[in-house]
Nanobody
């Protein structure tokens, strides 16, 4: 059983930055990523990274967010710059199995069938 623990969320002003961290209990070969969910909104895959370091991003965060992983430390990161109020949501780390490519939308779709953390809240005020 893989356990994922997120940290790094908080409340910031628009334009500021946050760095989310996700620590895995053990190495995995899964597609890793972040998804978010705000009240009343659909779950959105934010970013993904495969075992070779290939990344994918939602259009809404492209150019502002950067996903990375440190395999030696079983850790996943999400650097979030130029934050906007619409980025406000609960952010979840997930490790999923995918049949056709590790993509951000797949992280959101498969999260309930793989492993996911408890989430960390990000609030951006204008």
């Amino acid at each position: 059983q893989v356990q994922l623990v997120e940290s790094g969320g908080g409340s910031v002003q628009a334009g500021e930055s946050l760095r989310l961290t996700c620590v895995k209990s053990q190495p995995t070969l899964h597609c890793m990523g972040w998804f978010r969910q705000a009240p009343g909104k659909e779950r959105e895959g934010v970013a993904s990274i495969d075992t070779t370091g290939n990344t994918d991003y939602a259009d809404s965060v492209k150019g502002r967010f950067t996903i990375s992983r440190d395999n030696a430390k079983n850790t996943l990161f999400l650097q979030m710059d130029s934050l906007k109020p619409e980025d406000t949501a609960m952010y979840y780390c997930a490790a999923v199995s995918v049949a056709y490519g590790c993509r951000a939308p797949e992280v959101a779709r498969q999260a309930d069938f793989g492993y996911r953390g408890q989430g960390t809240q990000v609030t951006v005020s204008s």
